[in-house]
């Protein structure tokens, strides 16, 4: 895909994933996720040259001082992904991210080791992370999940699935293919019947 056919698809992406776009002019001039992304695209192309290693990471930097996004260039991502409001959002080198997944402010996709090894998330296609959500590991997160702001994730999710919580526990997006345990009836009693 050529650099303009690639720009404007990101440019589209924005559109459909923020109703308070206005047109492709103005959001290829204020929207920092779209910054974000296109310094990404040139500095991961950088870093597969072992000699522009340097400059790429200098250039990532210059990117997070400009818009207060941090995206390691050795990081790999997808087509039409969007980062809505992106100040906080932290992405690790050896995160994998699919198409079309939207991040939201202060999201991290860290990890939870100094080894140097795959330390950070893959992220499936059609992924969406909440506001604040914490993705940490090389863990992996199906494809058509949501994960809820504020999450603490550390385990696998499956595909289709919602995470949500501290540590994150996940269920089915579908219910009717939940399988909930057997739980006490007496767990479901308001407290407040006996005041």
Known sequence: MSFLA?????????REHDPAARGSFENGLVYSGLHAIWVHRLTHRMWARPGLRFPARLLAQLARAMTG???????????RF?????????????AEIG????????????????????????????VTIGAGAKVLGPITIGAGS??????VVVKDTPPDS??????????HRDSSRETLPAVDPAEYIDPAIYI
């Open 82 to 94: 969007f980062i809505d409001h992106g100040m906080g959002v932290v992405i690790g080198g050896t």
């Open 162 to 171: 919602i995470a949500t919580g501290i540590p994150a526990t996940f269920r």
């Open 99 to 126: 198409d079309d997944v939207m991040l939201y402010q202060g999201v991290t996709l860290g990890g939870r080791s100094l080894e140097k090894v795959k330390r950070h998330p893959t992220i499936g296609d059609r």
């Open 6 to 14: 690639r720009l404007q698809e990101d440019l589209q992406t924005a």
């Open 146 to 151: 949501a994960i809820g702001a504020n999450a």
């Open 69 to 79: 996004i941090e995206i390691h260039p050795a990081a790999t991502i997808g087509r």
